[in-house]
């Protein structure tokens, strides 16, 4: 079972999470989940919009590739991330991207240029380059 990390009072991340995890969340007061991941992967949740919204969350499927997380992308991402009633967790397979995702939010909301965040994602080995 993935572990769900808090990050900060808004954000927290996660790999593929359970139904257990789901129930967890909305006890603890999350308002959002943010799944980043695609159809195509495998160990997927089945019906996890239906079962998210069953528990009163709000839910988007955000399908995002590492190869994504560009400039562009990231864009369309953070407004997201911003929009979305909060707490949000996020997660995708493994927790590599949303840890990326959330970390290039943080930077950007701390007013940090989105290419030098990148490179600062990049040089943890969250993304190549």
Do not use: W
């Not at 943010?34 to 955000?62: C, S």
């Not at 943080?106 to 993304?127: D, P, R, Y």
């Amino acid at each position: 079972m993935n572990i769900v990390r808090k990050i900060n009072d808004e954000l927290a991340i996660a790999g593929q999470i359970t139904l257990d995890q789901l129930q967890q969340i909305a006890d603890e007061g999350y308002k959002s989940v943010l799944n980043l991941r695609l159809p195509d992967e495998t160990g997927l949740l089945a019906n996890e919009q239906e079962k998210t919204e069953l528990l009163g969350l709000y839910y988007l499927n955000l399908q995002t590739k590492s190869e994504d997380i560009n400039h562009q992308g990231m864009l369309e991402i953070y407004q997201t991330i911003t929009e979305l009633p909060k707490p949000i967790l996020i997660h995708c397979d493994n927790s590599i991207r949303s840890a990326a995702i959330v970390f290039l939010y943080i930077a950007l909301k701390q007013g940090i240029s989105f290419e030098k965040a990148l490179q600062k994602v990049i040089n943890i080995g969250l993304i190549s380059d």
